[in-house]
Nanobody, 112 residues
Framework: QLQASGGGSVQPGGSLKLSCAISGSRYSDDAMAWYRQAPGKQRELVALIDIRGSTEYVDVVKGRFTISRDKRKNTVYLQLNSLKREDTAVYFC????????WGQGTLVTVSS
């Protein structure tokens, strides 16, 4: 199971830190990713971290978002800085091919 948390409402330029708790040691070494789905749009992958800790980001979040993981806690994080209105979305975590059961996600709203 995947349980995302940490979302909320912030003003443009603000920050949030999202957490994704992964249940089940079977998945603890999967390459993991954060996705988001904005209103009226398809879900998109925004950041990923592989089993060695290497990370990749889509261009629109590069330099603002940071993905990390704590294997001991089976948790993946996403630090969101310099948030923009267009970052408003429900954020989800999953493995990099999206084959685990999707959780409910956590809503991030950026508005003034």
């Amino acid at each position: 199971q995947l349980q995302a948390s940490g979302g909320g409402s912030v003003q443009p330029g603000g920050s949030l830190k999202l957490s994704c708790a992964i249940s089940g040691s079977r998945y603890s070494d999967d390459a993991m990713a954060w996705y988001r789905q904005a209103p009226g749009k398809q879900r998109e992958l925004v950041a990923l971290i592989d089993i060695r800790g290497s990370t990749e980001y889509v261009d629109v979040v590069k330099g603002r978002f940071t993905i990390s993981r704590d294997k001991r806690k089976n948790t993946v994080y996403l630090q969101l800085n310099s948030l923009k209105r267009e970052d408003t979305a429900v954020y989800f975590c999953n493995n990099i091919i999206g084959t685990l059961a999707w959780g409910q996600g956590t809503l991030v709203t950026v508005s003034s």
